[in-house]
């Protein structure tokens, strides 16, 4: 322990070599515990002079039967972004399998923050879902000090310590650009997410690696940001022909992002993929619905729903391990590449 920080049941099952809830059970007098592990959860008591709280007792004693799938985005993105909308079915698929309740909570600013923080220290849930986390974000170590379970939908960075359930971004974003160079393609420019995002950096990441990989130089003025959205997209893609008029192929980060994109193509009467050809990142619903039929990377976000839902409930029912599980990404080649 470091200066007068207040040792949680986090730092003792840590220090005892356990898991939280062996803690907890300890702390209220459970027989479902080893006598040994019993005498080092004790001996971390004493040695930590922890005080047991009424959210460590009520990983045991005060069970909601609920979890808490916390976005952190406006409800009309919420709507409008495929992704959400496949990952809520891929969580609540899996949590009704286990008879727990789903609750969402879109947290938007300081006072939803609150409201969550006070939910989880009044034990209304039993655990945490946590989706569009960003790099700087303290929310998910602030949660599990409180010692409530968390499962991400990605990770904040490559040395995340927090179970999480990720697509394999960089490998996907790899292999849409191979498509492309192998497509005859030289001047691919990309549209890329928030890079405070590890999904952000990891997919520009692949878009370096494959050029590298083929000896083409990788030209930062083909490099625009957006954040996921299609006007992002769409801004990006003017920008983009403004600055490099020869561009001959683009990589979205997210199909939403490729429907801008497209959208500002037409607008400029750019031909798909005569003139330029564009690939997105996710295979959503809208993929199929573009005008040309978009190119893109599928990532399997139901299954990355009910895998977090599944690790999450391993967590509270069983004291499962902590888990960091990475998905295969597909390359879908449709019309517009």
């Known amino acids: 322990m ?3 920080r207040r040792p949680t049941i986090k730092t003792v099952a840590a220090r005892a070599g356990v898991g939280r809830t062996t803690v907890s059970r300890v702390v209220n007098g459970s027989d479902l515990v080893s006598a040994d592990a019993r005498a080092r959860v004790l001996a971390a ?5 922890y005080v047991p709280n009424s959210v460590a007792r ?6 909601t039967n609920a979890v808490a799938l916390v ?43 609150d409201q969550l923080t006070e939910s989880v220290a009044t034990r209304r849930v ?37 179970s999480y359930v990720n697509a394999d971004n960089a490998a996907g974003a790899a292999e849409a650009v191979r498509h492309l160079l192998g497509r005859g393609r030289r001047r691919i ?41 299609e006007d992002s997209g769409g801004r990006a893609m003017r920008l983009l022909l403004e600055r490099a008029p020869d561009l001959d192929a683009v990589f ?22 005569d003139d330029v050809a564009v690939v997105g990142f996710e295979d959503s619903v ?32 069983n004291d499962g391990p902590r888990q960091q599980i990475t998905l295969p990404a597909e390359l879908v080649v449709r019309e517009s590449s």
């Open 252 to 273: 979205a980060a997210s199909d939403l992002m490729a429907v801008g994109a497209l959208a500002e193509l037409r607008r400029r009467k750019r031909r798909v993929p």
């Open 126 to 162: 039993d655990g945490v879902l946590l989706v569009s986390v960003h790099s700087e974000d303290r929310l998910p170590g602030t949660l599990e000090e409180m010692g409530l379970p968390v499962v991400l939908a990605g990770r904040r960075d490559a040395g995340e310590q927090l």
């Open 58 to 63: 009520g990983l045991v004693t005060n069970r």
């Open 45 to 49: 008591i004493k040695e930590l002079n």
């Open 189 to 229: 420019a990309t549209i890329t997410g928030p890079q405070d995002m590890d999904v952000g950096r990891a997919r520009l990441a692949g878009w370096h690696t494959a050029h590298q990989e083929a000896g083409v130089p990788a030209d930062g003025s083909l490099i625009e940001a957006g954040d996921f959205t």
């Open 286 to 317: 809208l993929a199929r619905h573009t005008n040309p039929p978009l190119t893109t990377v599928r990532q399997p976000v139901e299954e990355l729903g009910r895998t977090m839902a599944r690790i999450l409930t391993d967590i509270t029912l």
């Open 71 to 113: 976005i952190p985005e406006s409800e009309s993105r919420l709507g409008s972004e495929p992704f959400f909308a496949a990952l809520i079915r891929g969580v609540s698929g899996a949590l009704a399998e286990s008879g727990t309740q789903l609750q969402l909570m879109l947290v938007r600013d300081q006072a939803e923050r």
């Open 2 to 4: 470091t200066g007068n």
